[in-house]
């Protein structure tokens, strides 16, 4: 079975302190996988879109990495305003009426304070 | 960038009525969307798939007669929430696929409540 699951649930962090967010995924036939942030009361925000092991992206404070069996979202010397909650998605390689179907892990609730 | 206006925002219905969502792409055409519905504190959950002039496509255990999703052109697709209860209210998301080589955007979401 397909599945998509992201460590920890929730992360606090002290302003400045570094870390990193884990998303873990056992399918086959990887499309992609998504990292998207989301406020409260608010839709998914698009970051990155990873397609192959060893790919890497950079926003900001944002870097995203991923290999074969996970992908990990590294944050470096956060703010407040990154607090959020961060999300990951993969896209299966499937055709007919599971085209484009995302599978989303369970989200990290990331709190940055001052 | 892409940009996917969804409304209401925020509604609150009587239990036993209906209630309409909206979902357009405003600067592309969608090939396909997406109605997710997320429960406080959890992640989003696939409800339908939807290709423009075809039926929706449901996920599993979801009711097809509760949930009337209609994706009528390129840039529209509506969910309507028949005969609403209170175990309904939840936060609606919708999301659009431009094509194979590009991103999803999401909407930002219609918070429903029933009384």
């Known amino acids: 079975e397909d599945q998509v699951t992201q460590s920890p649930e929730a992360l606090r962090l002290q302003e400045g302190e570094s870390s990193s967010l884990n998303c873990s995924y056992t399918v086959s036939g990887l499309r992609g996988l998504f990292w998207y942030r989301q406020d409260p009361g608010k839709g998914p925000e698009f970051l990155f879109t990873?397609?192959?092991a060893g790919e890497e992206k950079e926003k900001e404070r944002l870097k995203a990495t991923l290999t074969k069996k996970e992908s990990f979202l590294h944050i470096t010397a956060p703010k407040p305003e990154d607090s959020a909650t961060y999300l990951c998605a993969v896209r299966l390689d499937a055709g007919g009426t599971s085209y484009g179907k995302l599978t989303f892990g369970q989200g990290t609730i990331l709190t940055v304070h001052p | 960038g892409a940009v996917v206006s969804q409304h209401p925002s925020r509604v609150i219905c009587k239990s036993g009525t209906s209630v309409k969502i909206e979902c357009r792409s405003l600067?592309?055409?969608?090939?396909?969307m997406f109605w997710y519905r997320q429960f406080p504190k959890k992640s989003l959950m696939l409800m339908a798939t939807s290709n423009e002039g075809s039926k929706a496509t449901y996920e599993q255990g979801v009711e097809k007669d509760k949930f009337l999703i209609n994706h009528a052109s390129l840039t529209l697709s509506t969910l309507t929430v028949t005969s609403a209860h209170p175990e309904d209210s939840s936060f609606y998301i919708c999301?659009?696929?431009?094509?194979?080589?590009?991103?999803?955007?999401f909407g930002s979401g219609t918070r429903l409540t029933v009384v």
């Open positions: 999301s659009a696929l431009q094509g194979q080589s590009y991103g999803y955007t």
């Open positions: 600067d592309f055409q969608a090939t396909t």
């Open positions: 990873l397609y192959s």
